[in-house]
């Protein structure tokens, strides 16, 4: 089945960019999506991307797809304290949505 | 404000007993789903429901069970055959079919067996 890969843990500075990164192994896909979780509650939808994007920039946030190394990426400029969350990737191909188990982000002052 | 309601936020069991977390949705949304969160893994998917009165397993049913009888509601009972039930449990809803995929959550309901 689909295999979608995220690494765990990422730690930042406040004021760098981040790069959460998320690899998968079926290319058939429609939408790729960033979600982000902070501590106790749900996901909230940060972006996405659609399967024929190779770059999308939303403020801070940009996504870059590589779909012949079937890589997804998220760039966050300028962290901030508030971007420390878990954040999910998750693709979706047709009705069938793959999660990423997560990258946990830590922003240090 | 519309959105997605669980509750309760946090649930002790006692092991042997079920227990039932409620989800609700004034989104007028179709599509309703249930995930289980555990730490360091991704979502993975218990049940789904496409249209009222019908639903179906998804990677990991076994020891869970869910009723959908209005649009706005779908349970999730955790039956005592649930072997490892303490986890992060996630709602979520779509519009349907022919959506996009975006998920719309809500703020999870945490279990703990004792």
């Known amino acids: 089945g689909e295999d979608v890969e995220q690494s765990l843990f990422l730690s930042v500075r406040e004021g760098d960019s981040s790069v959460i990164n998320c690899t998968y192994t079926?290319?058939?896909?429609?939408?790729l999506y960033w979600y982000k979780q902070e501590p106790g509650a749900g996901l909230q939808l940060l972006t996405y991307?659609?399967?024929?994007?190779d770059m999308k920039q939303d403020q801070r946030l940009t996504v870059l797809l590589n779909k012949k190394d079937k890589h997804l990426s998220l760039r966050i400029a300028d962290t901030q304290t508030g971007d420390s969350a878990i954040y999910f990737c998750?693709?979706?191909?047709?009705?069938?949505?793959?999660f990423g188990g997560g990258t946990r982000v830590l922003v240090k002052p | 404000d519309g959105g997605i309601t669980q509750s309760p936020k946090y649930l002790f069991r006692k092991e042997g007993q079920n227990v039932t977390l409620s989800c609700e949705q004034n989104?007028?949304?179709?599509?309703m789903y249930w995930y289980r969160q555990d730490p360091g893994q991704g979502l993975r998917l218990i049940y789904y429901?496409?249209?009222?009165?019908?639903?179906q397993k998804g990677d990991i049913a076994e020891g869970y069970s869910v009723s959908r009888e209005k649009k706005e509601s779908f349970p999730l009972t955790v039956t005592s055959a649930q072997k490892n039930p303490t986890a992060f449990y996630l709602c979520?809803?779509?519009?349907?079919?022919?959506?996009?995929?975006?998920?719309?959550f809500g703020e999870g309901s945490r279990l703990t067996v004792l």
């Open positions: 429901s496409q249209i009222v009165n019908d639903f």
């Open positions: 989104l007028n949304h179709d599509a």
């Open positions: 079926d290319s058939s896909s429609t939408y």
């Open positions: 991307i659609f399967s024929n994007m």
């Open positions: 998750d693709k979706a191909a047709g009705n069938k949505l793959t």
């Open positions: 979520a809803s779509s519009p349907g079919t022919g959506y996009d995929g975006e998920l719309f």
